[in-house]
């Protein structure tokens, strides 16, 4: 069975940009949640999706959104790029909306110029 | 606020030895931990998990332990391999508030010496 698939793996980006990530969940896995990893801060819980619907949300401002398709693919989006916003992006599937166990794609890194 | 604390950015162990990485909350509400290992260039691994209603889950070399009343818990390896070296990331959750948002610490990388 193939994993959580990332795309694209890397992205150069400038400040005020915006750029969209996408995520493959496992086949069968209709949750999906993004987290920010930053050095210091470890993985930072962006927001959670289950069945096209926004589950959860962690504490980032509007620039960072999200959306998950009916396949349970999911996309998130960040506009207005800051330098801050330079990090590794991960997504992480899971059966459904009660399964404690995440299964972590290999994350989009972002550099923002 | 971390919610969630490493407070050992890192740590060195040889090869055989018991290595111990460990992880306060401050949350009482948290009552599923989980740790994770993270290779470079890879997503983070599963590894063990726990819930609060238990203070010990063991899956071969690897051992948690929690101590609630602390709000501590700990991940054992023994014995340590040099395939264990990795950045160890603990997790909670609140379930019973029907969240299931985890709330990560910061890592602590984990050098087994040979």
């Known amino acids: 069975k193939a994993g959580v698939t990332q795309t694209p793996r890397y992205l150069i980006k400038t400040r005020g940009q915006q750029v969209t990530l996408s995520c493959s969940p496992i086949?069968?896995?209709?949750?999906v949640s993004w987290y920010q990893q930053t050095p210091g801060q470890g993985l930072q819980f962006l927001f959670e999706y289950f069945s096209e619907t926004q589950r959860n949300k962690g504490n980032f401002p509007g620039r960072f959104s999200g959306r998950q398709f009916s396949n349970s693919r999911s996309e998130m989006n960040v506009s207005t790029l800051e330098l801050g916003d330079s990090a590794l992006y991960l997504c992480a599937s899971s059966l459904d909306a009660k399964s404690y166990e995440q299964y972590f794609g290999p994350g989009t890194r972002l550099t923002v110029t | 606020d971390q919610q969630v604390k490493q407070n050992s950015p890192s740590l060195s162990v040889q090869e055989g030895r018991i290595s111990i990485l460990n992880c306060d909350y401050t949350?009482?509400?948290?009552?599923?931990f989980l740790w994770y290992k993270k290779y470079p260039a890879e997503g983070p691994t599963f590894l063990i998990s726990i819930s609060s209603i238990k203070d010990k889950n063991e899956d071969g070399r690897f051992t948690v332990f929690l101590n609630k009343s602390a709000k501590h818990l700990s991940l054992h390896i023994v014995p340590s391999q040099p395939g264990d070296s990795a950045v160890y990331f603990c997790a909670a959750s609140a379930t019973t508030s029907g969240t299931y948002k985890y709330i990560f610490g910061t890592g602590t990388r984990l050098k087994v010496l040979a």
């Open positions: 949350n009482s509400m948290f009552d599923y």
């Open positions: 086949s069968g896995h209709r949750s």
